[in-house]
Structures are given as C-alpha cells and as structure tokens.
C-alpha cells in the first residue's frame, strides 16, 4: 500500500457520490476510469501531466513547463479561439516572463523580478485593452506588485491602489492577521518629523537650512519626549539657552494621523490552510473549501 487517496464517496440523504482516482507509480493522476474508460494510459512519461480535462501542456528539457492550451474536447468544432499561455524562465529556472494569446493575438504580458534569494520582489502585467483609436492592444502602463518578505514567509503586497500585510503565528507560516490599507490613506498618514519641518522652513529667505547630525538626533529625541509628554529636565534646560520652550516646540510637531484600515482575522485548520477571513465586526467576509487535493 502507498497510502495514496483512490476515491472519496459523499453520503447524505438521497446522495450517494463516489468519485474514483487512479495514479501511475510515481503518484501523478491519470485520467479518470470511470469517466474515460478506453484510456490505456498507466504512467506519465518523465513524470510530466500532458494533458488533463482543461488544458495540454508542453515542457523543456530541465521539466518546466512552457506552454499550456485549453483543451477541445473530442467532437466539438475548432473555432482557433483557444487560449495557448506560454512560460519563459532565467538560469535559474524562475519565471520572468508570462503571456497568454488567443487568435494569434496577445491577452495578457507578466514579467517578474526577483531578489538575490530567489524570492519574488515584482511584477508586471499588461493587460489588452482598447486605446483612444478603438485598436485594441497591451496597455502602455503596467498594473505593478510589489512583494516584501520576512524570511520565506510573504509579509506585504503593495499594488498602485493597496497594500496588503500579513501576521504569521510565530515560528510558522499559518497566518494570523490581515491588514489592508489604502495608498491615499498612506499617504494622509505621512508626516514630517520636527527636526525636518525646521530645517525645511527654518530659514528666513525661504530656503532649507541643513542641521548637523548630532542636532537632528537632539531634536528627534526632544519630539519623542514632547509626544509622551514627558519632557526631561535636560532638554528643558537645553530649550531655556536656546530661548525656546516645551509650548512652542509643541506647536510645531505635526499630528500623527492614523490611516483607516481593513483588519480581518484569519481561521484556518490542522494544516494553517485559510478557511475564513472574519472582520472586526465578526462577520465572515471570505471563505473557502478545499477538496481532497488541498
């Protein structure tokens, strides 16, 4: 026995389903034998899947696959209206490039960058549109997706309208807490430090004045100390020779503010796979079932 899944049967009141799954000996799936009972298939060569009930896949010589069409089924008329995707890699067998065309034409072009760790820091989608001469063609301007990580785990998504970060329970890759913030909201929250309000309107024509480094780290701990509103007796002293005082200083400092955000736990099971997405106010705004498969 390899303790591999061979069918799952469903049972309820007036429901009795079984679905049966057949394997080669490495434990790739071949085709169904109920549903495709001339099959004479038993393995796939090279361990390469060429075809399932949606699409026909080619691969290279290293096993990457480069190009994947949608399937015709037997007896239905060929309109050459099928999508045909295809998948081009570096020397380090990474996708950086990805289109899918349909009548010779294409739908979509991606591209993707990567860090010197292999993982995924960018990409690029362009998207087939129509232009203000009614042609359609691949948009001038990319949809771009920025990627930051802790580790292996994928902590931030950053597109041109959203960032999206995420909480791991420590230690593992199951996630806890999703944060999702808008880019104006970002923007609303950004705000200039006093040691860089002063020097950037400090002087009296107008233009910026620099401060040496030991008197920014001075006023960065001074604002620190005015926002807990525990201000030392140091610094009171040091603000009394230069003439000024806690109030004034106070003045200056601009408000934090504190962008709006979506924050969603997450519910998963045994295995860290997400089932749910529960918002603060515990209504349930994602789900999800997965089959035997995962």
């Known amino acids: 026995a390899t303790g591999r899944l061979e069918s799952v049967r469903t049972l309820a009141p007036g429901l009795d ?4 799954y057949a394997t080669d000996p490495a434990g790739n799936r071949l085709p169904d034998p109920e549903l495709h009972p001339d099959s ?4 796939w060569p090279d361990n390469r899947i060429a075809e399932d009930a949606h699409y026909v896949y080619h691969y290279d010589e290293y096993g990457r696959l480069t190009e994947k069409t949608d399937r015709i089924p037997t007896g ?4 050459d209206d099928e999508r045909t995707h295809h998948y081009h890699y570096d020397s380090q067998h990474r996708l950086v490039f990805h289109t899918r065309i349909q009548h010779g034409e294409p739908l979509v072009e991606s591209r993707y960058l990567y860090d010197p760790l292999g993982r995924r820091m960018a990409k690029r989608v362009w998207r087939r549109e129509r232009d203000l001469t009614g042609w359609m063609s691949l948009s001038r301007k990319p949809e771009e997706t920025w990627y930051g990580w ?4 994928l902590t931030t998504v950053q597109t041109d309208t959203t960032r999206i970060q995420t909480v791991y329970q420590p230690g593992s890759f199951a996630p806890l807490i999703r944060i999702e913030t808008d880019n104006g909201e970002r923007e609303k929250a950004q705000c200039r430090s006093l040691a860089e309000k002063i020097q950037q309107e400090g002087s009296e024509d107008g233009h910026g004045v ?3 480094a030991e008197l920014v780290g001075l006023l960065d701990r001074l604002e620190g100390e005015i926002r807990a509103n525990c201000v030392s007796s140091e ?3 040091w603000l009394a ?6 109030e004034r200083l106070a003045a200056q400092i601009e408000p934090v503010y504190l962008p709006e955000r979506k924050i969603h736990l997450y519910h998963c099971d045994h295995r860290g796979l997400p089932l749910a997405l529960i918002s603060e106010d515990g209504n349930t705004a994602w ?4 089959d035997e498969w995962g």
């Open 17 to 20: 389903i079984r679905i049966p």
């Open 40 to 43: 004479t298939l038993t393995a």
């Open 76 to 79: 239905v008329i060929r309109t």
């Open 150 to 153: 802790d580790g292996d785990r």
């Open 210 to 212: 620099v401060f040496p």
């Open 235 to 237: 610094s009171r002293q």
């Open 241 to 246: 020779q230069c003439g000024l005082t806690v």
């Open 287 to 290: 789900s999800a079932e997965y």
